[in-house]
């Protein structure tokens, strides 16, 4: 979700005079649209566990293979994506208020799944690797802090050398990719921003799936099994849920610009197979060296609040919808809390 508002926002704010109100039926026709992805994509995963190839894959996630979890996991998280775009062939877009609830609500979620998921699991981890040694319960939240601040330094990298526009800035500000062309050029640029923006959203997706890879990576090293499994659940699930928002912003964005429907979804539910490239990275490194695993969980926390913190709040509170955005968050940490718990039963 990183760089996926400052890329929108400045390409929306370029062509606002092309584009038409917002349908009536625009929500309901989402959510109609949102329900339907989610029955599809439980069928998908449902009948992928009777095809040979497939069932044996779901075999040995089910019977201890790390890897095997953590990238089954993070590619239903990627499929999320292209749910959360199908109301694209219903709507060309939704209301900036319906847009800051949906932001807020998979905040929230990302918020919870950092902390109980990831950064608890690190502390505990921290904890056990420095077991009998003086002052191991400050070393261990020392790890942690390390890997917070090393997950925010990797976002500010990614933020900084990606190409990007800033929502908040004028044009000519630094950081941004260049000042728009003259009135007869603003097509061909907003274009060229957004093909920018779904480049950076590959990018940023990467760090995702790092979060489910270094959640699973545990069980590659024999830590916790158990609760490795339901926290790589709760990351997966986390980013899932925050991918679908994502996947359809990033699909009205492209419609806005006279993308077909086809073309647009297609395009938003390509960008979330950057995802297993990152859990593949995450379970590669961090399984195979037990010291970096505390380290490891605190940095996939770190780049998560990162972009809770930085990205999504300053911009669900943009607009006036502050009131909305704080309640829609809390509803969201609260679902993360309770689906953690029932996962943990």
């Known amino acids: 979700m990183a760089t996926l508002i400052r890329h929108v926002r400045p390409v929306w704010a370029q062509i606002q005079r092309f584009e038409r109100p917002v349908p009536p039926h625009a929500l309901l026709h989402s959510l109609l649209a949102l329900g339907a992805g989610l029955l599809l994509m ?35 998280a990627a499929l999320a994506t292209a749910v959360g775009a199908l109301p694209v062939f219903l709507v060309q877009r939704v209301s900036k208020l319906q847009e800051a609830a949906l932001m807020s609500f998979s905040a929230g979620v990302m918020l919870a799944a950092a902390i109980f998921a990831l950064l608890l699991p690190s502390l505990a981890a921290g904890q056990a690797l420095l077991e009998g040694a003086p002052g191991s ?91 490795t499994a339901q926290a790589g659940a709760s990351v997966a699930l986390a980013i899932g849920l925050q991918n679908m928002p994502e996947g359809l912003i990033v699909a009205m964005a492209l419609r806005t610009l006279g993308r ?15 995802e297993p490239l990152g859990a593949i990275l995450g379970l590669w490194v961090l399984g195979s060296v037990p010291a970096l695993y505390p380290v490891g969980l605190a940095l996939a926390a770190g780049a998560m609040l990162f972009v809770v913190s930085h990205e999504i709040i300053p911009e669900t509170h943009r607009n006036g919808f502050e009131t909305l955005a704080t309640s829609t968050l809390l509803g969201g940490f609260i679902f993360m809390l309770l689906l953690d718990a029932a996962l943990g039963s």
């Open 42 to 76: 439980a069928g998908v995963v449902s009948l992928s566990t009777f095809w040979a190839p497939t069932r044996a894959w779901w075999d040995a996630a089910h019977n201890g293979s790390a890897m095997a979890a953590g990238v089954q996991a993070s590619l239903i």
């Open 260 to 274: 077909s429907a086809g073309q647009a979804w297609g395009v938003a539910a390509l960008t979330g197979l950057a």
């Open 137 to 227: 319960a400050t070393g261990a939240a020392a790890l942690s802090g390390v890997g917070l601040a090393l997950g925010m330094g990797l976002m500010l990298a990614i933020d900084r050398f990606t190409p990007h526009e800033h929502a908040v800035l004028p044009p000519a500000a630094p950081g941004h990719a260049g000042q728009w062309s003259t009135a007869g050029a603003v097509d061909q640029a907003a274009a060229q921003r957004a093909w920018l923006m779904v480049l950076a959203i590959l990018i940023h997706n990467v760090p995702e799936g790092l979060a489910v890879g270094a959640a699973y990576s545990g069980a590659a090293l024999g830590v916790e099994t158990g609760g």
